[in-house]
């Protein structure tokens, strides 16, 4: 019974391995294997697997089993070849020769192993030729860098070669094997700056895929020592050892996603203790005051990236839990940082806010009430810790911390503004005669006033304090903050023009301050970047956007602020943007519901007049004119957790909304539009991926892709288009994807084979017998791009049904295209003939053609004496 269910499971396994779906086929041949003892079928079903393994890209996975089936029988001339195959993607290429060399003297006439064969022997050459002429290459250079005496001109070339020979394995292999590690760290004693970032570049480039030595270099240099070089105050040194940092933590934790094979794998079975102590060394430089602005915000941005889980699915959170205990104190303290006070440790703009960052990351990576609990109250103990009757300084720090973890996870800085005496201390400082404590009790007002809820209770309470700051001090630092605040108050009601906070042109007036404060050159960044944060709320008024888009020099200072290194401007940047373009989602208005709220006295949302299309297209115009594009394309580029997700989602929706007429997509192509909006589409929130995704398709509909998508991105289009093909989308993201890949399926094969990879191209076939017009047209004009190409498979059958549909239209449609496949290639026309296809032609071409056939019929018996000038059929008389 186990054998011919095994049998059963296998002929399963090829239905599956037909239709593509090469999981379930794995799935069936490994159920099977666990039935037989029968050695021909284990042989074929090892086999099978192995071909699955090929084209799910799992190439260990399919040596293996092609190995095991030449173990049964060593003359298998398919499992030698798929073997062969699998060896050549994991550079094996020696092995792989092999292989082929046994299939070729098998079978001496075919061609395919005998081109193989010459394939592989020409790369093994080159191979040689790289290995041996690298080993005296490698020498050279380390003897030009080490001579003091060496030219300016020949150390910087070594030095480059030297980086790219790291990047490639075989150069990487060469220099580690050469003693290169202690050549290097010979390179980083000189202390000279050129030699050291290169010696730090090389070790990243050897460190990149390869577990054992990313171990290795991590021991030889020494953990210190790494963090001692990133904690300089040269950014481009700090940014080049995270670099070296985050590839050994790729390496060490598998997030290279390479496979590992043999005595590598042997090699190094745990990594936990190493990645253990970096993440220790990370957490010391925080609170350290030997390390630099720069190299914090490097510690901080490698936590960022390697605490947390990138998946919630995943239930380990154990590193997350592991730097609450003993680090979330020292993140705590960089939170309550106040740059005016002599004890403040070295800073950037940045430092703070992806402080605020981490700590969000970490609340929202619990799993449970307990350890949210933990989390709450070392934060309480460390703030109430703080609070000194005594000591000024410590409350300011105290209210300061409370700030950061209001800009990072809301509800726990909520919990906190309610400790006894937290608010109090707020208003105590507010009154304070110290400009530094006025200044940290405004910014945690402004921070403390987000929600509705909270923001009512503050306008009873702290608008009148605000009010008396703006007018008595005479620090202008002091008074934007204080004007913020007044905005954000005045701002509570969002977009509903009914429910306004303060008095008619109250706002306009606030948000004219905010614009005079932003063009002035002479304040400093960091308090011109409070004025774009009252914007980010006042330009929730229809009024004070409408203005705002028209004051020029106000939105290139605000355009030119978002392409500084002071990261924090992003977000406040983007919601500003987003506010100008009406961008945000708006709830439905359902007039039955209107009336109903009227009728029972409820609060009906009014809409501004301003905020009705015609204003909105005229205010897009005036952003693009002031070249909107290029600074979104620079924020795009921020490597910095500053930039979440969530600014991500709003850059996303900003883009949408200036793609929306076809007219202007030229200009944001121009402006570097079509590249920006490649990784928000691939990353960020669900919702900011689709905004992405969408504006990508109305680019890619109307532009030509060689230039809106110059050189290897045109491939990364792809996939965002094809994930809009989906019935969760709406009819208008199904069509313009539907164009764009149309265009891009018409550039090349390679393009089309792409799209093909995707599996995009079942999605395209059903969008083909859609009711709606518009989607079958533009399905059947992709379709007809997409038939080109060899690797398509079903097409025949589909081209097939469609000469056979209901629907004239779509008929009619399908007999075209059949012609011009027959008009195209006398080969192709054979294979057409010899198919159904012949059979269905000539039903069709037989009717009598009626006028509403006419086309169908006259496209059909075109069709046919194509196929009689091939001479494939004759006339019958």
Not at 73 to 85: G, H, P, T, V, W
Not at 327 to 346: A, E, F, Y
Request: proline letters at 2%.
């Amino acid at each position: 019974m186990a054998e011919v269910e095994a049998v059963q499971l296998k002929e399963e396994g090829n239905r599956h391995f037909q239709h593509q779906d090469y999981k379930a086929a794995t799935k069936s041949y490994s159920q099977a294997l666990k039935l037989t003892k029968d050695k021909a079928l284990l042989a074929t079903l090892y086999r099978n697997r192995a071909a699955c393994g090929l084209k799910m890209e799992s190439y260990v996975q399919a040596a293996s089993d092609a190995s095991r089936a030449i173990d049964i029988n060593s003359s298998d001339i398919k499992a030698l070849y798929r073997r062969c195959q699998a060896l050549e993607h994991l550079g094996k290429l020696d092995q792989a020769f092999k292989d082929v060399q046994r299939c070729a003297t098998l079978e001496p006439r075919n061609q395919n192993f005998q081109e193989t064969l010459r394939r592989l022997n020409t790369s093994i050459q080159e191979k040689l030729h790289v290995q041996f002429s690298t080993d005296s290459r490698v020498q050279k250079m380390f003897e030009i860098l080490l001579d003091e005496n060496s030219e300016g001109d020949k150390l910087e070339k070594a030095a480059n070669n030297l980086i790219v020979l790291g990047r490639e394995e075989a150069g990487a292999e060469m220099i580690f094997q050469n003693n290169g590690v202690g050549l290097l760290l010979q390179l980083v004693d000189t202390k000279r700056p050129e030699l050291v970032l290169a010696a730090v570049r090389t070790l990243s480039g050897m460190c990149s895929g390869h577990r054992a030595r990313a171990t290795v270099i991590l021991h030889a240099v020494r953990i210190d020592r790494i963090c001692g070089l990133m904690a300089v105050e040269n950014e481009e040194m700090s940014l080049a050892v995270c670099n070296l940092l985050q590839a050994i933590i790729d390496s060490l934790s598998g997030e290279d996603k390479r496979e590992h094979r043999g005595k590598e794998e042997a090699l190094v079975l745990d990594t936990k203790k190493d990645l253990k102590q970096i993440t220790s060394h990370l957490l010391d430089m925080l609170v350290s005051k030997k390390v630099s602005g720069q190299g914090r915000d490097q510690a901080l941005n490698l936590l960022n990236k390697n605490v947390p889980r990138k998946d919630l699915a995943i239930h380990d959170n154990s590193r997350t839990i592991y730097v609450v205990d003993n680090g979330l104190r020292k993140i705590l303290k960089v939170v309550g940082q106040v740059p005016d006070l002599p004890s403040c440790l070295p800073l950037t703009d940045n430092t703070r806010m992806l402080a605020s960052i981490l700590i969000s990351k970490l609340y929202d990576d619990l799993r449970c009430d307990p350890e949210r609990d933990h989390f709450r109250k070392i934060c309480e103990e460390y703030i109430t810790g703080k609070f000194d009757p005594q000591d000024m300084d410590k409350n300011v720090i105290a209210i300061q911390t409370v700030s950061g973890i209001l800009q990072g996870p809301f509800d726990l800085g909520n919990q906190l503004l309610g400790l006894k005496g937290v608010m109090e201390m707020m208003v105590a400082l507010c009154g304070s005669e110290r400009d530094v404590d006025q200044l940290v009790a405004v910014e945690a007002l402004i921070h403390a006033s987000t929600k509705l809820s909270r923001a009512t209770f503050i306008i009873t309470n702290g608008v009148s304090l605000l009010k008396e700051i703006y007018k008595t001090t005479k620090n202008e630092k002091i008074k934007i903050r204080t004007l913020v605040g007044l905005c954000k108050l005045g701002s509570a009601g969002g977009t509903d023009y009914a429910l306004r906070q303060f008095a008619e042109g109250s706002t306009e007036k606030l948000a004219k301050q905010c614009r005079k404060w932003l063009c002035n050159a002479s304040i400093d960044t960091r308090t011109r970047r409070w004025a774009v944060e009252g914007l980010a709320y006042l330009t929730l008024d229809a009024d004070v956007k409408d203005d705002f888009v028209q004051d020029i020099p106000a939105l290139q200072a605000m355009f030119e602020l978002a392409k500084t290194s002071d990261k924090t401007v992003l977000y406040s940047v983007a919601t500003t943007l987003v506010n100008c373009t009406n961008s945000y989602d708006v709830k439905e208005v359902i007039p039955e519901l209107v009336q109903l709220a009227k009728f029972s006295k409820q609060h009906v949302p009014e809409e501004h007049p301003k905020d009705k299309k015609d204003f909105i297209d005229i205010r897009v115009k005036r952003l693009l004119k002031a070249g909107v594009t290029s600074a979104l394309a620079c924020m795009v580029k921020a490597d910095s957790a500053i930039l979440t997700d969530q600014t991500k989602e709003l850059l996303a929706r900003v883009f949408l909304a200036l793609c929306d007429n076809p007219k202007d997509r030229g200009t944001i192509v121009a402006q570097g539009g079509g590249k920006a909006l490649i990784p928000l589409a691939l990353e960020g929130t669900d919702v900011g991926k689709v905004k992405a995704a969408h504006a990508l398709a109305k680019i890619a509909a109307v532009s030509n892709p060689d230039i809106a998508f110059p050189g290897e991105r045109v491939y990364e289009v792809v996939r965002p288009l094809v994930s809009l093909l989906d019935t969760q989308r709406d009819g208008l993201q199904n069509y313009e994807a539907l164009l764009g890949l149309t265009n891009l399926s018409g550039r090349s094969d390679k393009l089309r084979q792409k799209i093909f990879k995707e599996r995009a191209l079942p999605d395209i076939e059903n969008y083909m017998f859609e009711n709606h017009d518009q989607l079958r047209q533009a399905a059947t004009e992709c379709m007809c791009n997409m038939v080109v190409n060899k690797e398509t498979t079903q097409w025949l059958e589909i081209l097939q049904r469609l000469c056979l549909h209901d629907q004239l239209s779509v008929q009619h449609r399908g007999l075209v295209i059949a012609y011009n496949l027959l008009a195209a290639d006398a080969e192709l026309a054979k294979k057409l003939v010899e198919s159904e296809l012949l059979e269905i032609l000539t039903v069709v071409g037989k009717q009598e053609p009626d006028e509403k056939k006419a086309a169908v019929v006259q496209t059909a018996r075109e069709c046919l004496i194509k196929c009689m000038d091939y001479g494939f059929i004759k006339p019958v008389s």
